[in-house]
């Protein structure tokens, strides 16, 4: 484990003892995980820890994620909480008799903070301010198909660094959002202080909307600009708008209101860390699971 990935742990070790009980005259712990975060996952947001089986539309792939992020602490006036985030988001090929190997994954974990304000006065036909703090660690790594039979790597045509590299990131996360209910608007920005490769830019932006409609449905959109591989350069120089447009329905008609059928348009560089040189896009429509 590199000093950097080391910190992050010591990071989330002291905030768990930072959430222990206040007061030693109590029996009882102020520790108590909720999946019912102050901080409503985005939903358009692709790297949101969640659950989700996602088939793309126009190419035999599949995108599974397994995650979720908790409280492990609220305040009795839920205005502030300590939670944690584990998430993992596979890339999967289609291949004839139900087998689906797995290509590439992306494993994150890491703390977060959540402070959050209710207007006495609705500000701008919002009744709420939240701000969700990050600190995580994110790494990448091939699997199944990328060597040859004798164990060689295989050198893909459109990668800019040798087979296998190592992709390992730490950042901290800000994203502030006013809502109301049936309605968000979000803006944030990311830092990465520590990354392999290291000529990757260190900032990104995030701004987005989601919107209510009748029969449990919605709309949203996620738009990201990340940093752009130059090939010349071989580093990142500028930034290219990266999209997830997502139409959604939660079936709570049927008792599952914990459980959403979507349908998202994606286009600009790959979630997928090992791509994340890589432009790309694609329709998925699946199912995604809110613990």
């Known amino acids: 484990m590199n000093k950097s990935t080391s910190l992050v742990s010591a990071a989330m070790l002291g905030a768990l003892c930072a959430t222990a009980p206040l007061s030693t005259a109590s029996a009882e712990s102020a520790i108590k995980p909720t999946f019912d975060t102050l901080f409503e996952p985005l939903l358009a947001d692709p790297m949101e820890p ?8 126009n190419k ?8 979720t992020s908790a409280d492990l602490y ?7 909480a300590v939670g944690i985030d584990f998430a993992t988001w596979s890339l999967l090929n289609r291949t004839s008799n ?6 590439c994954i992306d494993y994150m974990f890491g703390i977060n903070t959540t402070f959050r304000h209710q207007f006495k006065d609705k500000l701008l036909s919002f009744d709420e301010a939240s701000v969700r703090v990050r600190l995580s660690h994110i790494s990448a790594h091939f699997e199944d198909g990328h060597t040859d039979d004798h164990g060689n790597w295989l050198n893909p045509g459109d990668s800019p660094f040798g087979i296998p ?4 990131r730490e950042f901290v996360n800000v994203t502030g959002a006013l809502s109301a209910p049936g309605r968000r608007v979000y803006l ?24 209510g409609l009748p029969a449990n449905a919605y709309v949203a959109a996620d738009f990201k600009l990340l940093p752009k591989w130059d090939w010349n350069e071989g580093k990142t120089d500028g930034y290219r708008g990266t999209w997830n447009l997502q139409a959604g329905m939660r079936l709570t008609s049927i008792g599952l209101k914990n459980v959403r059928v979507a349908a998202n348009y994606f286009s600009g560089m790959s979630r997928q860390g090992m791509y994340f040189y890589k432009p790309e896009s694609y329709t998925t429509l699946g199912m995604i699971v809110d613990l």
Request: charged letters at 20%; zero cysteines; hydrophobic letters at 35%.
């Open 50 to 57: 969640r659950i989700a089986v996602m088939p793309k539309l």
């Open 60 to 67: 035999k792939q599949l995108q599974l994620d397994i995650g």
């Open 74 to 80: 609220q305040n009795s006036s839920k205005t502030f």
């Open 98 to 103: 139900f087998k689906f190997p797995v290509d």
């Open 165 to 168: 590299f190592t992709y390992s």
């Open 188 to 211: 944030g920005y990311q830092y990465l202080y520590h990354t392999l490769p290291d000529e990757i830019s260190p900032s990104s932006f995030q701004a987005g909307v989601e919107i």
